[in-house]
């Protein structure tokens, strides 16, 4: 599988990100990755050159528009200089284009926070204890994924595949590399999971990962072998509608939508879902109709008559909307 030619899988494995320790990997022909090679020379500790890498990740954007990675360095460089609105304003964009983006930027501005938890204290004295046993080291995995220390949740989820050799570890462990853009990494554990036997959580996290950079074929191959092994996993057909609706196919969205709500029809949110998907549509009565069943199973739920309501205003039941606005007021209030 080559995904040399793939910028936003190259950018991001990159990890040329302004104070990152990168590994500076070899750019080959990709101009994309010589100019971020580039620019993140201008912010090394013998530079320092900051308001001048910030005009270059400009011009960037400007030559890749499309491109997370960019504007996520611009974001640092303005949070490092003060300029939080601006900082905020890029974080948006490459949040938009690739939501590990924001889990990247969250974990930068967050990590390390409560690291002298209890849980974490008592999971270090009894590693320090009992150093071969590779649960404990998979739940302090998880407890530092909680707190953002993001690094040391790797260390561990390594750790406990040296000790216990389980696979599925690496699922975990590629789960955080895909929140850390160290997508490279992420896809060579999916990779070894499957190569060594099928398993749907892999198929899933890689079809999240192809999604991510915008591989849309490859991921919906592998939400299709993830179904094929698990034809009543919900949380499959939900990532196969939401790859449609970013692809603009409405019709194959609501046909995975209507797929979860045939395997949970008591759940409210599938509906509003469905809605939302048949309201881009601009088939109006349809997401009315969803939106009704979704105040049928949660009618407390103030939003939906909000909702609703704006969509009988757009169809002309200037009645149904008022009493759905009022609704909604009321709903409110009582909060």
């Not at 599988?1 to 990997?25: G, K």
């Not at 999971?193 to 191959?221: G, N, P, Q, T």
């Not at 979860?260 to 809605?275: C, G, K, M, Q, W």
């Not at 009493?323 to 007021?329: G, R």
């Amino acid at each position: 599988m080559n995904l040399q030619a793939n910028n936003y899988y190259i950018l991001a494995s990159s990890q040329l990100f302004p104070f990152t320790i990168a590994l500076e990997p070899k750019s080959g022909n990709n101009e994309s990755l010589m100019l971020a090679k580039k620019i993140y020379a201008l912010v090394k500790v013998n530079e320092k050159k900051y308001d001048d890498a910030i005009v270059e990740y400009t011009k960037a954007i400007a030559l890749y528009p499309d491109q997370p990675f960019f504007y996520a360095c611009r974001s640092i460089l303005h949070k490092f200089n003060g300029d939080d609105e601006s900082s905020f304003y890029d974080y948006q964009i490459a949040k938009r284009f690739d939501f590990n983006y924001h889990h990247y930027l969250e974990w930068l501005e967050n990590q390390g926070e409560m690291i002298e938890s209890e849980d974490l204290l008592e999971l270090d004295k009894n590693i320090s204890t009992k150093a071969d046993n590779a649960q404990l080291y998979l739940n302090r995995a998880m407890v530092q994924v909680q707190h953002f220390n993001y690094a040391e949740a790797l260390s561990d989820y390594s750790k406990a595949f040296v000790i216990d050799n389980n696979i599925n570890i690496l699922v975990s462990r590629a789960a955080i590399y895909l929140q850390v853009l160290q997508y490279d990494k992420a896809l060579a554990d999916l990779n070894l999971v499957i190569d060594a036997a099928e398993s749907v959580d892999a198929y899933l996290y890689r079809a999240k990962l192809f999604i991510s950079i915008k591989e849309y074929d490859k991921a919906l191959d592998d939400l299709d072998l993830a179904i094929s092994l698990d034809s009543l996993n919900i949380a499959l057909y939900e990532e196969k509608a939401q790859l449609f609706e970013q692809v603009e196919q409405y019709d194959m969205a609501i046909v995975n939508y209507s797929k979860i709500i045939e395997l949970n029809s008591t759940d409210f949110y599938p509906y509003v879902l469905r809605a939302d998907a048949y309201e881009k549509k601009v088939d109006w009565p349809s997401a009315i109709s969803d939106y009704s069943e979704a105040i049928r199973l949660n009618p407390y739920y103030s939003d939906l008559y909000q909702y609703r309501g704006l969509l009988r205003e757009r169809s002309g039941d200037s009645v149904g909307a008022k009493d759905d606005f009022s609704k909604y007021e009321e709903l409110e209030e009582e909060d």
